[in-house]
């Protein structure tokens, strides 16, 4: 505590030290908000970026959510729709297959003969 000094408002710093406090643009307060301020921009500016990035990022989720999974799943449908008239054409197919193996050749029916009409005694 022995070299520390304390000035009232009123007294000025010794010519010998020099000032730390002033700057050349002006009051030192000004400096120090300054040096915030632009702290406080910087800050706003990368804010504003992150930001920007996650709204764009909701909106291409709100135009997939929207747009490309209904169209997705429309296909989808569309595909298995497909696949099942095809599996039961096929299961037609052999169904119908299976009843042609069943069948045995006959022959023609044949005519037969009446016999003539004979005298009644």
Avoid: H, K
Wanted: hydrophobic fraction near 40%.
């Amino acid at each position: 505590m022995a070299n520390t000094f304390i000035f009232d408002d009123d007294e000025s710093q010794p010519d010998d030290t020099p000032n730390m406090d002033t700057s050349p643009e002006g009051d030192a307060e000004d400096g120090a908000e300054e040096g915030g301020e632009s702290n406080n921009r910087t800050f706003m500016i990368v804010a504003v970026v992150l930001g920007g990035i996650i709204l764009l990022s909701l909106i291409c989720a709100a135009i997939v959510a929207v747009v490309w999974l209904p169209s997705r799943n429309a296909t989808v449908a569309a595909t298995q729709e497909y696949n099942n008239a095809i599996a039961a054409e096929t299961e037609m197919s052999l169904q119908q297959t299976a009843t042609a193996a069943l069948f045995t050749a006959t022959l023609p029916p044949t005519e037969t003969p009446t016999p003539a009409p004979s005298a009644t005694p």
